[in-house]
């Protein structure tokens, strides 16, 4: 269904990503956005400013658009390269306007999402936002964790696609400021509407600003197919 599955399936290992191109049809896209357009802005999961649009909890919050996000060619990926075991247990969905100013820097995703706030021992420290509880787990998970970003807008380096260092997913928790980009360049993640960027979370990654006046919009999906112990639970095990 999706070629050269096994040089995806190396390259996420090597490299920490891999990008699918096709995904997604047109239409496909369309439906989605469409869907988006007409959840219920007024939920506290919606953040709206001039840089960001940005709705937490997407798959909950509009549920409408399951079945058009989960599409076969989806889950297949998700079952070959992933597991068959592996759900959904975070989601985000982000516009970055054509002018925005908003950029990330460099960076590892090191906290999960979860319903409360209970004490366990290797998990901290804790945040939350706009009700949300995020936690840095043991390494151990992070290391299990896979990323989908499905891109809904063409994406490229003048519009803020993600840039990462390839292989740093493999040097556990590192700080950026002892990144040498001249050992190791960073790789411009150029990604055409309708495809999906695979990603580990410990794979060091950033944003630019945008400088081409065309928007990003971003559906972002974390998959485990761990249980969280001592009474701990994902924020979102649809």
Known sequence: MIPNIETHRQQLATQGYTVVEDLFSGGEVQTILRLISQAD???????????LFAIRQFLQSVPD????????????LIHTLFGED???????????????????????????????????????????????????????????????????????????????IPGTHLQGIVRPDTLSLQETPEVSCSVKSGGVMIMRPLLMHASSRSASGSNRRVVHIEFSDRSLPGGLSWSENI
């Open 41 to 51: 802005m007024r939920q506290a999961v919606f953040r709206k400013t001039a840089d």
């Open 65 to 76: 658009v399951r079945p058009a996000v989960f599409t076969p060619a989806l889950m297949y």
């Open 86 to 164: 592996y759900v959904p247990v975070k989601s985000i969905y982000f516009d970055k306007p054509g002018q925005s100013n908003w950029f990330v820097a460099w960076h590892q995703d090191l906290t999960i999402s979860v319903r409360e706030k209970i004490p366990v021992e290797g998990f901290g420290p804790w945040t939350v936002k706009q009700n949300q509880y995020a936690v840095q787990p043991p390494l151990s998970l992070l290391e299990n964790i896979y990323t989908i970003r499905l891109h809904l807008d063409d994406t490229d380096a003048l519009n803020g696609a993600l840039k990462v």
